[in-house]
T-cell receptor
Framework: DAKTTQPTSMDCAEGRAANLPCNHS???????VYWYRQIHSQGPQYIIH???NNETNEMASLIITEDRKSSTLILPHATLRDTAVYYCIVRDTSTGGGNKLTFGTGTQLKVEL | DGGITQSPKYLFRKEGQNVTLSCEQN?????MYWYRQDPGQGLRLIYYSQIVNDFQKGDIAEGYSVSREKKESFPLTVTSAQKNPTAFYLC????????????FGEGSRLTVL
């Protein structure tokens, strides 16, 4: 699986958009980009995933660059409850191991008043 | 409600004792996973199972054992051979299809005294 690089921490004002970057310059054609978040002392929660096109759901938007070497998770109106560690994961889930995902250290997002 | 239940939430044991952590899911998922998380670190895969009566080692299987006798259950035993067992343990499940979407339990925090 391709390696990902994320900033260690970020701050965001409540009500503003939180833009979390992820670099995955060695991503291959079949690898998807997944985003999860983990609120302190809870299990991680799936947010969104994508392959090439931008994706949006009720939680967030995922913007993938045209060369697929980086992506940005956007929380359009961050709230205090969005304070969490956000993980960017790259994986070709069609290969052996199924949905076996590797979680790095992620980005600690702190949303403040 | 459908979901994953881990028990106990907190567990204290003396050094040298085996400990079994329970993980039950009613999502009808084929695959189940065990991860370990240490403070300030990402998640590391211990074992995973894609189907009943079959399981594979993850990245840090030494000192752990699992069984998958039923689709709904995937217990993890932390044996006395695990040199540093104090950690936060997370169980997850996913459909057999390769969606990359994992559903996590709330975790079990094991402290070895």
């Amino acid at each position: 699986d391709a390696k990902t690089t994320q900033p260690t921490s970020m701050d965001c004002a409540e009500g503003r958009a939180a833009n979390l970057p992820c670099n995955h310059s060695t991503i291959s054609g079949n690898e998807y980009v997944y985003w999860y978040r983990q609120i302190h002392s809870q299990g991680p929660q799936y947010i969104i995933h994508g392959l090439k096109n931008n994706e949006t759901n009720e939680m967030a938007s995922l913007i993938i660059t045209e060369d697929r070497k980086s992506s940005t998770l956007i929380l359009p109106h961050a709230t205090l409850r969005d304070t969490a560690v956000y993980y960017c994961i790259v994986r070709d889930t069609s290969t052996g191991g199924g949905n076996k995902l590797t979680f790095g250290t992620g980005t600690q997002l702190k949303v403040e008043l | 409600d459908g979901g994953i239940t881990q028990s106990p939430k907190y567990l204290f044991r003396k050094e040298g004792q085996n400990v079994t952590l329970s993980c039950e899911q009613n999502l009808n998922h084929d695959a189940m996973y065990w991860y370990r998380q240490d403070p300030g670190q990402g998640l590391r895969l211990i074992y995973y199972s894609q189907i009943v009566n079959d399981f594979q080692k993850g990245d840090i299987a030494e000192g752990y054992s699992v069984s998958r006798e039923k689709k709904e259950s995937f217990p993890l035993t932390v044996t006395s051979a695990q040199k540093n067992p104090t950690a936060f343990y997370l169980c997850a499940s996913s459909p057999r299809t390769h969606t990359g979407e994992l559903f996590f339990g709330e975790g079990s925090r094991l402290t070895v005294l």
